[in-house]
């Protein structure tokens, strides 16, 4: 442990005396992120942390990447299998697009890049939905693993992996999450393991985003002056239209 990851695990015990929270409930995904806020989690609250795999379609070595961390760390792990219940909403999905108004321009044929987002947000949000259901009946807190990297840029699913009640590493770039992981003693299969899908949920690579991670982060610790302007005018653009994001809905007192 360090002084960073001390602080942060103080953080949590505070939160969980100023709620009266008994613990925490964390979303078990297999990467880097989520691992190091479960221990962080379990640092808190030792007998009092509940890692949950929710696989959905994924990578099976990402769910024996998350069961590993749960075997090093001896953490209480639930697992929940979402793909029939994804299935079945997803056949109601595409029923309901079909029937959509026709004066609106929609489109959802197979490849349509409309229909990326929309379909890719449904399993974050059905995560959201179970880990909320857990953390109610057992009177956790729902613990996010969103890093500040892709907070910043709106990398998250409103409702989805942004529906939580706090995030420990929110304030850490990736690089620093990293470290963390170090420090914790995170197993390096999992601190050495490549991203699975980009920095969002539907993205399939760094080519593909049009930037990469330490550019990404060069911009945000030292300003736009250290990126190519292209890049910079694009995060600040990203920061800008994903503010909602970050910010509780608006009401027409406070525009």
Same mark, same amino acid.
């Given at each position: ?75 209480? =792990?639930?697992?929940? @299998?979402? &793909? ?6 997803? *056949?109601?999905?595409? $029923?309901? +697009? ?102 969002? =949920?539907?993205?399939? @690579?760094? &080519? ?6 330490? *550019?990404?982060?060069? $911009?945000? +610790? ?34």
């Amino acid at each position: 442990m360090s002084a960073r990851t001390d602080a942060i695990v103080d953080w949590l015990r505070q939160r969980l005396a100023q709620t009266g929270a008994r613990g925490f409930v964390v979303g078990l995904s297999g990467g880097l992120d989520s691992a190091v806020v479960a221990r962080l989690c379990q640092q808190a609250a030792p007998a009092n942390v509940l890692a949950v795999q929710l696989p959905c379609h994924g990578n099976p070595e990402d769910d024996d990447a998350a069961r590993l961390l749960a075997d090093h760390f001896e953490m209480p =792990t639930m697992r929940i @299998d979402l &793909a029939p219940v994804y299935d079945v909403f997803v *056949e109601d999905l595409g $029923y309901a +697009a079909d029937h959509l108004p026709d004066d609106q321009d929609v489109s959802y044929a197979p490849g349509d890049i409309r229909a990326r987002v929309p379909m890719a947000n449904v399993k974050p949000r059905l995560r959201m939905t179970t880990l909320y259901f857990l953390a109610n009946a057992m009177n956790y807190l729902v613990a996010g693993s969103g890093n500040r990297c892709e907070l910043e840029i709106g990398c998250v699913t409103k409702y989805g992996d942004g529906g939580v009640d706090l995030l420990p590493i929110g304030h850490l770039l990736k690089s620093e999450v990293r470290e963390a992981a170090r420090e914790l003693d995170v197993p390096s299969e999992i601190i050495d393991k490549a991203p699975s899908a980009g920095l969002w =949920t539907g993205q399939a @690579d760094e &080519a593909e985003m049009g930037f990469r991670y330490d *550019e990404l982060e060069r $911009y945000l +610790a030292n300003g736009a002056q250290t990126v190519a302007p292209e890049l910079a005018a694009l995060f600040e653009r990203l920061v800008r239209q994903n503010e909602h994001k970050r910010t509780p809905p608006p009401t027409p007192e406070h525009q």
